[in-house]
């Protein structure tokens, strides 16, 4: 049975009909400004679209050009104890420096210290050769007595060759004395090894990043303790299109190779300042899938920039503007067989250091 909208309960035909004409002047008005919009110039569409673009300039990073690439440390290690305790002491905090050996966190390594001074005491001990020693001349003297004896037509043939055979095994006890000490000099090593599984030491010199753990905490083998850092130099993996690091005849470009300078712009506030690194690696083997091929490089980092920075790498001179910018670096002057006195950029940051 067919049912005006009319009849429905609550809603009248007026209320129906203005509803219906509310929604028609929205679809008009939608469709109006399409068509508006599809009849600008085309000079003014393409204006509105690209409002917000900036041209490249000399002065913009896509005047630079290069490679756009991460920094990163040039050592990174995450530590953690080699067996299940709890944490005793943990000495540094994030931020700190720390220097290579250098005791950064203790397990509980209580019991074990014990057993490293009582085996040092045993080491340090020459008791059991001293004694060993002792008798040796104790069997020699009564050896010589029965022999001194047996010249003068007294003792037996027995007694004497029983005295014999006590002073070769004395001889043999004295050896054996000796070995045992050494042994002994050589299980204070261990015991020491013991020890430092209860311990994490700085890997090399450079910066704590992140203590994950406090003193009193549980951990296990597999849990995570510590960061530790080296920001100095910073390292960076680039990957340049394969043709950029092979060398071209037509232009006179070299290829890329271990040892060359490459020119690195780090994203940094204030104004750009563009850092000259040194190849240290280029990869034997491209990638056929991206067309690239890994090149690294290392920069030196005397100021402690942070690592992680979105940096742009290129391994020609930059001109223009960009050379200007360059930060003169004992590398730089290395490279090129410069003589070692400070550039115009150093000596600024020198005098901003002091």
Not at 74 to 100: F, H, Y
Not at 164 to 181: F, M, P, V
Not at 203 to 216: H, I, S
Request: net charge negative.
């Amino acid at each position: 049975m067919n049912r005006d909208r009319s009849d429905a309960p609550g809603q009248t035909r007026g209320t129906w009909t203005g509803g219906l004409l509310v929604k028609r002047l929205i679809t008009y008005a939608a469709c109006a400004g399409l068509a508006l919009a599809l009849a600008l110039p085309d000079g003014a569409g393409a204006s509105a679209r690209t409002a917000h673009a900036q041209p490249a300039t000399d002065d913009s990073i896509a005047g630079f050009g290069g490679e756009k690439a991460f920094t990163r440390p040039k050592q990174d290690a995450v530590m953690g104890l080699s067996l299940p305790t709890t944490i005793r002491e943990v000495l540094v905090k994030g931020g700190d420096r720390v220097k290579k050996g250098q005791v950064l966190v203790r397990g509980d390594d209580a019991e074990e210290l014990a057993l490293l001074k009582a085996q040092q005491l045993r080491a340090n001990s020459s008791l059991p050769v001293d004694r060993a020693e002792k008798a040796v001349e104790l069997q020699r003297f009564e050896y010589d007595q029965l022999l001194n004896l047996q010249r003068e037509g007294g003792g037996s043939p027995q007694e004497l060759e029983r005295a014999r055979l006590s002073l070769e095994a004395a001889k043999i006890d004295y050896e054996t004395a000796k070995l045992n000490q050494e042994q002994e000099v050589i299980q204070v090593d261990r015991v020491i090894a013991r020890v430092d599984r209860y311990r994490i030491l700085a890997p090399f010199d450079g910066e704590v990043d992140t203590v994950f753990m406090d003193a009193g905490q549980s951990v296990t083998d597999n849990d995570k303790v510590l960061r530790v850092v080296e920001i100095d130099p910073l390292e960076i993996d680039v990957a340049p299109p394969i043709a950029v690091t092979l060398a071209d005849p037509a232009t006179g470009r070299d290829a890329v190779r271990v040892g060359q300078p490459a020119w690195v712009l780090m994203e940094l506030p204030g104004e750009p300042r563009v850092h000259v690194g040194k190849v240290t690696e280029v990869s034997p083997v491209a990638d056929p899938r991206s067309g690239t091929r890994r090149v690294r490089v290392e920069v030196a980092n005397p100021e402690g920039i942070v690592a992680g920075l979105t940096a742009w790498v290129r391994f020609t001179e930059p001109q223009g503007i960009w050379k200007d910018r360059i930060v003169t670096s004992k590398i730089t002057r290395s490279l090129n067989n410069e003589p070692a006195e400070p550039g115009i950029h150093e000596v600024a940051a020198q005098g901003g250091q002091r």
